[in-house]
């Protein structure tokens, strides 16, 4: 059967224009009607090669058969009940399998579950200030925390996400988030966090320093072990929790369980979400267990937190992680996926195009600038690539404080065959772009 004119793309985009606001951004006017795996079928019938996997939240794939399989048998017996009036063994067990892989300092951890990473973060900041008794929160130029009110103070990127929403919440301080190949260095980060110490906020005030191990919106730039081992150091010094924010670098995306283990840097507390519960609600805040208890009975929680079909769902996340290897697929898909990068840098015909390629594991960029140089940053370059790769059948996202990063964060669970046909797209795709440019 055909596809009406009322159930087109053009029609719901029509309708969708119509009835939501547009503060929620929408990257493609193409609307989804099945998934599997890597693939999407939209509504009028076309396939798509995903490489956004709802950004980062679906490193098991579109409806993983053990995720559905967990999902139903919970529906099975309940949906809901609310954690906080009447409790359920699946929210343990999944506290407990976190607690044991968590790489959190100390021996004893502890475990809540929230709905969003922005509400997990929001809980590790609320958690960290009710510990130390202390205000100030230190974050980093180009970071996402999340649009939520504090997420937005906390994030080091004003447009979109702060411009025109009013005041940010106070006693949130950010430092440059050292970046090499624009000449931003460890050190000059370490010396700006003991000026801000000595001109700004006297540490004492600081309850709780927040960073991304590879920062996601921000364009996949990559924490250096010495920058985590410094500020370790200065958290310890100081009496300072630090947060290290895995919402879109956990889950063997990095081909590691969690991207501060290729650090060997133990935080106090590590924020999950995203592909936590393969494409369910939940998001979680596993720490050092003196430090989570400290909030009284009634201080954390949240309703729909921990909800039973999101954990059925996460504790199946773990399992499939562990029986199909998906961390050491990551190493050979981010391999891949820089491999082919590689090659279009050095074509003849994308000369100086593509400035960098970096990643971790399966979290993979290119930054692309005009002419080679890094400080020229091609953004309209970026926005062009993202729409040709779509109408190709290829869904990319893009990235970065200059809007000029093309990140990849394609399933785990995707074959070398199918990942290599999207590389393809992406291929043809820029070089029409650039041609086009130049004709």
């Known amino acids: ?15 969708r224009e119509a009835a939501v606001p547009r503060g929620l951004g929408i990257q493609m006017p193409v609307f989804a009607a099945k998934a599997e795996n890597a693939e999407i079928t939209d509504v009028e019938g076309k396939r798509y090669i995903d490489f956004a996997a709802g950004i980062a939240v679906l490193n098991t794939g579109h409806l993983h058969p053990k ?20 409790p359920y063994e699946g ?3 999944l506290a407990e399998r976190l607690n044991a892989v968590v790489p959190t300092r100390g021996p004893n951890r502890k475990t809540v579950f929230l709905t969003t990473g922005a509400e997990a973060i929001e809980n590790a900041v609320k958690i960290a200030r009710h510990h130390t008794g202390r205000n100030g929160v230190i974050a980093f130029s180009g970071a996402f925390h999340g649009r939520t009110l504090l997420g937005m103070a906390l994030t080091g990127k004003v447009v979109p996400y702060k411009a025109g929403f009013g005041s940010m919440p106070g006693e949130i301080y950010h430092l440059p988030f050292p970046v090499a190949y624009h000449g931003k260095e460890v050190e000059q980060t370490l010396e700006a966090l003991e000026v801000m110490f000595r001109a700004d906020v006297d540490p004492k005030r600081i309850a709780a320093m927040i960073i991304e191990p590879v920062q996601g919106e921000g364009g996949f730039y990559i924490a250096q072990a010495e920058l985590l081992a410094g500020l370790r150091r200065i958290c310890d010094e100081h009496g300072i929790v630090m947060i290290v924010d895995e919402v879109q670098t956990g889950f063997a995306r990095t081909g590691k369980m969690f991207a501060i283990e290729h650090a060997g840097v133990e935080p106090d507390m590590i924020t999950m979400a995203k592909s936590l519960a393969g494409g369910f609600p939940l998001s ?19 309703t729909y937190g921990g909800n039973p079909l999101a954990l059925a769902a996460g504790n199946a996340v773990l399992d499939i992680i562990e029986e199909e290897g998906l961390c050491a697929r990551a190493e050979r898909i981010g391999e891949l996926l820089t491999g082919r990068l590689k090659e279009l840098q050095n074509s003849n015909s994308l000369k100086g195009v593509i400035g960098d390629i970096r990643g971790l594991g399966a979290m993979v960029a290119m930054e692309l600038v005009a002419g080679g140089d890094a400080n020229r940053p091609d953004p309209d370059l970026a926005k062009a690539l993202t729409a040709r790769a779509a109408q190709k059948g290829l869904i990319l996202l893009s990235c970065g404080v200059r809007g000029n990063v093309i990140r990849f964060l394609v399933p785990l669970t995707a074959s070398d065959a199918l990942i290599n046909e999207g590389m393809d797209m992406l291929g043809e795709a820029l070089r029409e772009c650039v041609a086009e440019r130049a004709a």
Do not use: W
């Not at 059967?1 to 309708?15: F, I, K």
């Not at 720490?287 to 929680?301: N, R, T, V």
């Open 1 to 15: 059967m055909g596809v009406t004119a009322a159930d087109s793309n053009t029609a719901l985009q029509a309708r």
């Open 67 to 86: 995720i559905k399989a967990a999902v139903s048998a919970q529906l099975d017996h309940f949906s809901h009940t609310c954690i906080q009036v009447m």
């Open 91 to 93: 929210y343990i067990r």
């Open 284 to 302: 979680a805040v596993t720490g050092k267990a003196e430090i989570m208890d400290s909030p009284a009975a009634g201080g954390l929680g949240g």
